[in-house]
């Protein structure tokens, strides 16, 4: 593990570092050896944010696997984070940020040890009940009931809060989502497909680039709108 990797990151920071990212993959299958294959693949090709559900069997094992391994300046933390327990596990296995699919138990304690909380909410009122409770973003979640649409609405009375939209985001979808103000987007099924059960890697890292390309390909163009 370099040293870049043993330095933890404030929540400050990976907020930073997320949204010039604009991206955080999802792994979640049904195998933890190769959801750690996944996960390192998508590093490899240029995601920088990886999460892996604990439902994943061996996620804890998994998340290990990834930390030792993943390429500098590569975080790994742990999805559906829902107790106090599982948040002392991710962190026992080095994970580095914790993801929840709901306002869980676990937002206090992630955000009480100083952990980046990724906290999900889908109303205005779960939103900023995910904020007060010390989350570092808030995952929309699931972000295609409502769409890009919801998002802007939300973002009306909420402008400072970090928004990333998962549930649904592909390829096609993920550029309406950034313009709408999220932070990033969240792909899962549509990038990691069944790479995580022992699918086909190299299917996964040409869908990772092409998620890769389209994040810094919209970026240039908001810096470039952001100018006129």
């Not at 829902?82 to 869980?104: C, K, M, N, R, S």
């Not at 009931?145 to 592909?170: C, E, H, N």
Request: with cysteine; net charge negative.
């Amino acid at each position: 593990m370099s040293p870049e990797m043993t330095r933890p990151m404030t929540p400050d920071q990976f907020l930073a570092g997320l949204t010039e990212s604009r991206l955080v993959a999802i792994v979640r299958g049904t195998d933890g050896p190769a959801a750690a294959r996944a996960a390192l693949a998508v590093m490899a090709e240029g995601f920088r944010y990886v999460e892996v559900a604990l439902t994943t069997p061996d996620a804890l094992a998994a998340i290990r696997q990834i930390r030792d391994a993943a390429p500098a300046g590569c975080l790994v933390g742990a999805g559906t984070v829902l107790t106090e327990q599982d948040v002392h596990d991710v962190v026992g296995a080095g994970g580095q940020f914790i993801v929840t699919p709901a306002l869980a138990e676990s937002i206090d304690i992630g955000a009480g040890l100083g952990l980046p909380v990724l906290a999900g909410a889908l109303t205005p009122t779960e939103a900023h009940q995910a904020m007060t409770r010390g989350a570092t973003a808030v995952k929309l979640f699931p972000a295609s009931v409502g769409g890009p649409s919801y998002l802007k609405a939300l973002r009306d009375p909420f402008p400072q809060i970090p928004f990333i939209a998962v549930g649904g985001v592909g390829l096609s979808e993920a550029p309406a989502f950034w313009t709408a103000g999220a932070i990033a987007v969240g792909p899962g099924g549509p990038l990691i497909g069944d790479a995580a059960s022992g699918g086909n890697l190299a299917a996964l890292r040409d869908r990772a680039r092409a998620f890769v390309a389209l994040a810094a390909e919209n970026g240039r163009r908001m810096a470039a709108e952001s100018l006129r």
